[in-house]
């Protein structure tokens, strides 16, 4: 075996035991000892304490004043955003679809994903010619186009929706030739969880088409944040 492969190799079975640690740690009622961490897990202590330090540094796992240990604060975002990711899109994809089927322009459902960029969930086409061809998984620069700026106004600022702030629209501003109106979605405690969004060729987005689609895009946004457990901002 080459030093590169033994490298590789153990940097596999690190994980691979952190993993199994965290796992350990995740099944039990109460924080739990070092010895007893080492009998579960077969683990050395040496082995045990230089990946639990890793573990720590993501706040994957927490040392208590006890020198128990814990989930630490990452376990319970990681969590919440899977338990978040699924039900969002079980709960947005019937939505979604009827927007599209009403006559709208394509649909789709935006979120942050760096600081630089949101990424798009989930995404229908619309039953007519579409310019802007996104797929659910592509990433988009979060300062530009009406989703981004939403984002951008509501995630992580504690900013609080109102019936004025929830709304954008973006003419040629992300794609000269495409347009697309947008509205936050929120969940518990008024954390945004993106936008939905209808995009198409800029042409079409006419004061009528504008008005009509904004209408029916505020609805389904509410009925998203009602549904993901949020509260819609009172007329």
């Known amino acids: 075996m080459t030093q590169e492969q033994d490298s590789s190799s153990g940097g596999v079975a690190a994980v691979d035991r952190a993993i199994s640690i965290l796992r350990t740690v995740a099944r039990q009622s109460s924080?739990?000892?070092?010895?007893?961490?080492?009998?579960?897990?077969?683990?050395?202590k040496s082995t045990l304490l230089r990946l639990l330090a890793s573990l720590e540094r993501s706040a994957l796992v927490i040392r208590r004043e006890d020198g128990r240990y814990a989930l630490g604060s990452y376990a319970h975002e990681l969590g919440r955003a899977y338990e978040a990711t699924y039900r969002v899109s079980s709960v947005l994809k019937p939505i979604l679809a009827e927007l599209v089927e009403q006559g709208t322009e394509s649909a789709s459902f935006h979120a942050y994903h760096?600081?630089?960029?949101?990424?798009?969930?989930?995404?229908?086409?619309?039953?007519?010619?579409?310019?802007?061809?996104?797929?659910?998984?592509?990433?988009?620069?979060?300062?530009?186009?009406?989703?981004?700026?939403?984002?951008?106004?509501?995630?992580?600022?504690?900013a609080i929706p109102t019936r004025a702030n929830v709304l954008a629209i973006s003419l040629g501003e992300r794609d000269p030739n495409c347009a697309a109106v947008a509205v936050a979605v929120f969940g518990t405690d008024n954390e945004c969880l993106g936008a939905i969004s209808l995009s198409g060729p800029k042409e079409r987005f006419t004061d009528e088409s504008i008005k009509r689609q904004s209408k029916m895009i505020l609805d389904a946004a509410q009925r998203a944040t009602e549904l993901l457990g949020g509260r819609w901002p009172a007329r």
Request: net charge negative.
């Open 114 to 158: 760096d600081q630089d960029h949101r990424i798009c969930l989930l995404r229908i086409d619309s039953h007519h010619s579409t310019l802007d061809h996104i797929n659910a998984g592509d990433l988009l620069p979060i300062n530009r186009g009406a989703a981004g700026r939403l984002i951008t106004a509501f995630h992580g600022t504690g």
């Open 31 to 44: 924080p739990i000892t070092l010895a007893d961490l080492a009998r579960a897990t077969g683990y050395y």
